[in-house]
């Protein structure tokens, strides 16, 4: 365990030998040669582990740009350097608590200049860390602003690190290490620190190394993720060579028009102005749209066998559009010859409008009070009493005479009136035409009857001879005795008592009115 620990601080002094020599010999030129104070601006003492090769003269810049000059290099008490800074500009003469200086290699040549921060960038609107510290009195560089050692770095030059690999250099250091290992063996602690301060980049990758250690599980998931999203391009690889391939033909292109560019970036602001409004209505929009897409999407499989049933009728109509072409061609003479009649029609639309207002008024109180109703219940009832049906189909249960013997008169009528159906004589004798044609009737209604019955045609003409123009025969048919006056030939009646029936006709017509 001894030989490890011998072995270690003997490592860990070789790291800082370059450093130590570099410091002690620059000390012994800035005792020599050591100015303090500053020329009374905005001065800022930063204390450092060796200058560097730091001059009077040399710059100060912030963020690359110079803000002032360095007024003095000196060496400390406690065996550091003391670089005087004198701020020039007035927009960075305002140094807080967590600035800081690194001297950085100017130029291949040796030259160097420092690089300052007058504070950490912070979340805006963060409180600012406090100003820095002045000087005390009586002490060197009073008054000025104190950046202590824990806020500088020096880093060791890389022509240092050269030299130290070359003879008789290498040597030399190898002697110098040997003879000062027990004294930096005790002084760990401080050779760590300046380890640290002679290279902010091994500083800043123990930071960096820091956070990837407390985010060691998301690195993982990174990994495996980055994996699994990688694992499309590699199997996509030839697409993305092309797109490569394609973006680089497309820079080239952009690079003939940097004019044009230049022009289309210069109105860029403005056309984020005006996209900011366009955006919230847009927003608006689709807040209100939102309703009418879900129920496209619930009509959706409507719409879709819609547009698949459109061929179908697409075709139907560009046939339907040629049938209505050629009947244009042929009903189109026949409306213009119509032009014409329509020019006479006009003046009887005028004239008939009146008829027209009154039939519709009388329409729509027939419409109204159901008289269309009633009279179709009055056709359909009087059908009903006037017809029978039997077996053989409709037949009429009364006949409708038109004749003289049905008015009602207060006198006799002096012009003949037959209303015998059959036989004839008395009065009706001097209308033989009108007597044949009533014998006739009866003849075929005596002959209806009997096949009624259930007797056949010619049993039925063979009780009832004779033909349609002839008179029946004597005892079939009804009497021949003339029908008188009710109440003698002076009562002034119309009304007649009928004759004599041969036995059984009564019976018969009244079946045959009753549909029996």
């Known amino acids: 365990m001894r030989t490890k620990t011998v072995g270690w601080r ?66 400390t008490p406690q065996g550091k350097a003391a ?3 004198d701020v020039e500009n007035p927009g960075f003469q305002d140094f807080r608590a967590d600035a800081s200086c690194t001297i950085r290699p ?26 820095l510290k002045k000087v005390p009195a009586g002490q060197p560089g009073a008054g000025d602003r104190l950046l202590p050692l824990a806020n500088t770095s020096s880093p060791v030059g890389v022509d240092q690190l050269q030299d130290m690999t070359r003879l008789p250099e290498a040597q030399r250091l190898r002697i110098i290490l040997n003879e000062l290992g027990v004294a930096f063996a005790g002084r760990g602690n401080e050779l760590h620190e300046v380890v640290r301060r002679a290279d902010p980049a091994l500083r800043e990758l123990d930071k960096v190394l820091g956070i990837l250690a407390s985010q060691n599980h998301v690195l993982a998931n990174l990994a495996v993720e980055s994996d699994k999203a990688l694992a499309p391009f590699a199997a996509a690889r030839e697409d993305v060579k092309g797109f490569i391939e394609h973006s680089n033909t497309i820079a080239k292109a952009s690079d003939r028009h940097l004019a044009a560019l230049e022009a289309d970036l210069s109105r860029f602001p403005a056309f984020l102005r005006q996209l900011g409004p366009s955006m919230r209505r847009i927003d608006a929009f689709a807040g209100q749209a939102t309703p009418t897409f879900e129920a496209l999407d619930t009509a959706a499989p409507g719409i879709d066998q819609t547009f698949e049933s459109l061929p179908g009728f697409s075709s139907s109509t560009t046939s339907y559009l040629k049938s209505l072409g050629k009947t244009a061609k042929t009903t189109g003479p026949a409306l213009r ?24 008024t009388l329409l729509k109180s027939l419409r109204e009070t159901g008289g269309l109703e ?69 003849v ?21 001879p004779g033909s349609e123009g002839e008179a029946p025969a004597p005892g079939t048919g009804s009497s021949a005795s003339t029908a008188t006056p ?4 002076s009562s002034k009646t119309t009304y007649y008592t009928p004759g004599a029936e041969p036995a059984g006709v009564s019976e018969r017509l009244l079946e045959y009115l009753l549909g029996g």
């Open 374 to 442: 009633r009279i179709m219940d009055f056709i359909y009832l009087s059908a009903g009493t006037t017809n029978g049906y039997d077996k053989l189909g409709h037949f009429l249960r009364a006949d409708v005479l038109a004749s003289r013997c049905v008015n009602y008169m207060t006198s006799p009528s002096p012009l003949p009136c037959v209303a015998k159906y059959t036989g004839g004589g008395g009065e009706a004798e001097a209308g033989s035409a009108k007597a044949t044609a009533a014998s006739a009737q009866g």
């Open 106 to 131: 100017q130029s291949l040549l040796g030259e160097v200049y420092v690089d300052c921060k007058p504070t950490q960038p912070r979340e805006e609107g963060a409180p600012l860390p406090p100003a």
């Open 10 to 75: 003997r490592g860990a002094a070789g790291f800082a030998a370059a450093a130590c020599v570099a410091a002690a010999a620059i000390a012994v030129v800035l005792l020599a040669t050591a100015a303090g104070g500053s020329n009374g601006g905005y001065a800022v003492r930063a204390i450092f582990d060796n200058s560097g090769n730091v001059t009077e003269g040399e710059d100060v810049k912030i963020d690359g740009a110079k803000v002032g000059t360095v007024a003095s290099v000196e060496a």
């Open 337 to 360: 010859a119509s032009e014409q009649l329509l020019n006479r029609l006009e003046p009887l639309g005028g004239a008939a409008k009146p008829f027209a207002s009154q039939a519709s």
């Open 486 to 489: 009710v109440g003698g030939s």
């Open 83 to 85: 670089v005087t800074l």
């Open 444 to 464: 075929i209604a005596q002959r209806t009857l009997a096949v009624l019955e259930g007797a056949t045609p010619a049993q039925a003409i063979a009780e009832f």
